[in-house]
């Protein structure tokens, strides 16, 4: 009797532990791997100073978030690997990146400074601000990978970016895509009227 009463605990115990049973607790599912938390890749102005009544591009990536806001506010931000957005702030700001997913919240923060004098001029003269916005989405690249140029010259006539592939004439606002073999410094050149030219560089490195 003793001997058929421990055979059935043992077959018993089987039976419980292949149906996922085991120590009056049910098998569930793993347990779900951590939320990565958000990262910002990039988050700087273009220019970093202007004059009143100028735009300044914030340029930002996010990664691992859900959402994304900019304080203070500013249209169309969203949780995006690499975007640009204008603002015309009115006097010296400094705008926070809050970047919010499952693995938690992270922020980080710049300063544009608005100033009548972004540039200098000879002697009793008046210095007259930059027309040029000049950026590019990813200041460190891999031999080979696109980098996008964005850039904003106003009412120039005329617009060049050096080296660039392709010879086709650039608008005075656009973005071209190169894809650089080595750390590159890029010439932006525009020719307004009156025969004034300005001129903004931006260096990619290639590592």
Do not use: W
């Not at 347990?31 to 220019?47: L, V």
């Not at 506010?73 to 006097?91: G, H, I, M, W």
């Not at 989405?137 to 080979?144: A, L, R, T, Y």
């Amino acid at each position: 009797m003793a001997r058929d009463l421990k055979l059935s605990i043992i077959i018993l115990a089987g039976l419980l532990s292949a149906a996922g049973c085991s120590n009056n607790k049910v098998a569930g599912k793993p347990a779900a791997a951590p939320k990565a938390p958000p990262r910002i890749t990039q988050f700087y102005p273009s220019p970093e100073a202007i004059a009143p009544g100028e735009t300044v591009l914030l340029c930002y990536g996010v990664e691992n978030a859900d959402q994304v806001q900019m304080a203070p506010p500013v249209d169309n931000v969203k949780p995006v690997l690499s975007r640009c957005v204008p603002a015309k702030p009115k006097q010296t700001t400094t705008y926070t990146l809050t970047a919010t997913g499952a693995g938690g919240t992270l922020a980080a923060t710049v300063t544009v400074t608005v100033s009548g004098r972004v540039k200098t001029g000879r002697e009793g003269e008046q210095p007259k601000p930059s027309s040029l916005s000049f950026f590019a989405d990813h200041k460190i690249v891999k031999p080979g990978q696109p980098v996008t140029l964005c850039y904003q010259a106003g009412e120039a006539s005329k617009v060049e970016i050096t080296p660039r592939t392709g010879g086709v004439p650039l608008p005075a606002n656009g973005c071209i895509t190169e894809r650089p073999a080595n750390t590159t410094k890029f010439l932006l050149s525009a020719e307004f009227a009156g025969g004034r030219r300005e001129t903004q560089q931006v260096e990619v490195r290639v590592e």
